[in-house]
């Protein structure tokens, strides 16, 4: 059913939201392959290869918006360098969002709203993230340093993993948190050896590479090319999950049940039904609902189901309407958790892989599990599909797409 607007007695239609396109880069570990790329390079090529799978010239795009986290001397308005980098002119607006790990999905519901409520016509909703390139900040330098120590404050931590008002990292709250929750450490392990395993058979069944532009590096003795993801690990087993430390003393998160600290970039290219039908695109699929959660500061395991189940019901759908799942794994317990709170079967989850395996680039990735979830749709032939995510501070969104 299309939402309607009121204005006296008359009633008005709103558009519906399709996509037309998708694409992201691979994503590389901190200090890997993509560590020299700027965060708003990497945006510039996702969004380039949305476009040229969409089949959509960059002159027609109307507006961009793009998730980036860590900001700090990176320029203004990141987002627009991206559209720029990208070949989208300079009459064409942008923004840049930031809401932590969910800033690309609600970019892409900033697209969404200007769609349905404002007749935009096409526009660009992505995310990107350069981890590597977060520099350290001196804060005092400004007016100089007195008696004692300075102090270096590293900005990835801070702006990225760093609750500003507990000011404890994501890691410490989600153990509490988890632990409260009863989740063992096996279980967690357990989870974080599927992500890999998935991952991996996906790697090599191509499905990955379906999601995939390539990055060129140029280097004085040649191009490189990164066309894979460089988190997923071979040989990994239970037991060697079991050997590693917990992140906090006798915890139970550990490095590996928890995401890497990641590069990367994804864009969607988002329409009004009505201008894709009268330009001719092929549409992959729609926007059905968007919800936002927000709790308690720690609750990060508990946002990503509260966020599904507003988006359920504002589309009329219950959990197990929904086909594909994508659950941005901030942590293995952030999966299981929302798992148990929405009473959904996990073979349905996570089904490529998730941000254990593939890494976390933090304003990327909920463009990447949008353009996973809705391939994995269409090579299903169809049927509903829902991104969401834990964000810092105790929220969370989510997404439910139709294919």
């Not at 027609?60 to 918006?65: L, S, T």
């Not at 998935?198 to 003795?221: H, Q, S």
Request: with cysteine; glycine share 14%; net charge negative.
């Amino acid at each position: 059913m299309l939402p309607i607007l009121r204005r006296g007695r008359e009633v008005l239609i709103m558009a519906k939201t399709v996509i037309l396109g998708s694409a992201r880069t691979p994503v590389g570990k901190l200090g890997g392959g993509l560590s020299t790329v700027k965060p708003v390079e990497l945006g510039g090529i996702a969004i380039k290869g949305a476009l040229e799978r969409a089949g959509v010239d960059p002159e027609q795009i109307e507006h961009v918006a793009m998730g980036h986290v860590i900001q700090a001397g990176q320029g203004q308005i990141t987002a627009r360098q991206a559209q720029i980098a990208a070949g989208i002119p300079n009459h064409v607006s942008s923004e840049t969002i930031n809401k932590v790990c969910t800033s690309s999905i609600r970019s892409a519901a900033i697209i969404d709203l200007l769609v349905r409520a404002d007749g935009l016509g096409v526009g660009i909703a992505g995310g990107m993230e350069s981890m590597s390139l977060a520099p350290y900040l001196l804060t005092n330098a400004r007016f100089g340093y007195r008696m004692g120590d300075g102090k270096t404050l590293d900005s990835m931590v801070l702006d990225g993993l760093t609750n500003s008002f507990t000011h404890r990292q994501m890691f410490d709250e989600t153990t509490e948190v988890a632990d409260a929750h009863g989740w063992s450490r096996e279980e967690l392990d357990r989870w974080a050896l599927r992500s890999h395993e998935n991952a991996l058979a996906a790697i090599d069944g191509g499905r990955l590479g379906e999601e995939i532009v390539p990055v060129t590096i140029k280097g004085r003795k040649g191009d490189t090319v990164v066309d894979t993801d460089e988190g997923p690990r071979r040989g990994s087993s239970l037991e060697a999950l079991a050997k590693l430390p917990g992140l906090v003393k006798g915890g139970t998160h550990t490095a590996g049940n928890s995401p890497g600290v990641n590069d990367g970039a994804g864009a969607l290219v988002l329409a009004s039904d009505e201008w894709a039908q009268a330009n001719g695109k092929e549409v992959l699929g729609e926007i059905v609902a968007f919800g936002q959660a927000a709790g308690d500061f720690p609750n990060l395991l508990t946002t990503p189901g509260k966020a599904s189940a507003k988006a359920l019901d504002k589309a009329g759908l219950k959990a197990s309407d929904i086909d594909v799942w994508e659950i941005n794994e901030a942590f293995a317990s952030v999966a299981l958790n929302s798992i148990k709170d929405l009473g959904i079967d996990e073979d349905r989850v996570n089904v490529n892989g998730g941000a254990i395996a593939l890494g976390h680039p933090l304003g990327a990735s909920g463009a990447r599990i949008i353009g996973s979830a809705l391939l994995e749709l269409r090579r299903r032939g169809g049927g509903y599909g829902i991104a969401t995510a834990c964000s810092g501070t105790g929220q969370g969104d989510a997404v439910i797409i139709k294919v």
